[in-house]
């Protein structure tokens, strides 16, 4: 996928001049071209882990043309969906787009070598998904415990805890990987 901030000055003028000989009116979209940027390709039905998804244009194109992108569509004013990672990354909170994806790969080890754990590939636009614990997806509960990557503090991980499904939903931030480890017994008790 080209971008058309990838375009250089002159293609930009070559398809000018060609769009007023056929009167047509180019007009950059860039929320639309976020959406592509961020669009998962294979599609998420076909993934198995968060690598499996990491194949759209925010995570294969150079670092510095995400992060200029993602500025100037003013992306951390919260606005833009993106993976937790850009925003952790465009703070400084990670040093590389690198350290995001061995992260969500680390917390995809631990968890797929577990019983009942599966990686879910679709969540909300922009993120590489999350892992749903399939034991505690039981009656009463409607939402089973699961594990969403997060920007929100540097333990970059939120626990959902297995819910009837209110509408209300308190996450647990947990403090990293370590953490994670060292919960898990609990946190399959739920």
């Known amino acids: 996928m080209v971008l058309s901030s990838e375009f250089s000055s002159h293609e930009q003028k070559a398809e000018a001049n060609e769009d007023e000989e056929n009167d047509v009116r180019l007009i950059p979209i860039p929320r639309l071209e976020w959406s592509l940027a961020t669009?998962?390709?294979?599609?998420?039905?076909?993934?198995?882990?968060?690598?499996?998804?990491?194949?759209?244009?925010?995570?294969?194109?150079?670092?510095?043309?995400?992060?200029?992108?993602?500025?100037?569509?003013?992306?951390?004013?919260?606005?833009?969906?993106?993976?937790?990672?850009?925003?952790?990354?465009?703070?400084?909170?990670?040093?590389?787009?690198a350290e995001g994806f061995e992260f969500e790969?680390?917390?995809?080890?631990?968890l797929s070598k577990r019983r009942g754990w599966i990686f879910v590939p679709?969540?909300?636009?922009?993120?590489?998904?999350?892992?749903?614990?399939?034991?505690?997806?039981?009656?009463?509960?409607?939402v089973p415990t699961t594990v969403t990557l997060t920007d929100q503090h540097p333990g970059w991980l939120n626990i959902l805890p297995a819910q009837v499904d209110s509408g209300r939903t308190i996450p647990v931030p947990e403090p990293g990987l370590d953490g994670l480890s060292e919960l898990l017994p609990r946190i399959e008790s739920w």
Request: net charge negative; aromatic share 10%.
């Open 105 to 110: 790969d680390a917390v995809h080890s631990l």
């Open 39 to 97: 669009e998962p390709v294979p599609s998420a039905e076909e993934a198995t882990s968060p690598a499996s998804v990491r194949c759209g244009w925010v995570h294969t194109a150079p670092e510095g043309h995400v992060l200029e992108l993602f500025r100037r569509l003013d992306g951390s004013a919260g606005r833009l969906p993106v993976p937790w990672w850009l925003r952790a990354l465009e703070r400084g909170e990670i040093a590389t787009r």
């Open 122 to 142: 679709w969540s909300t636009a922009g993120e590489i998904g999350y892992w749903e614990y399939t034991p505690s997806d039981r009656p009463p509960m409607t």
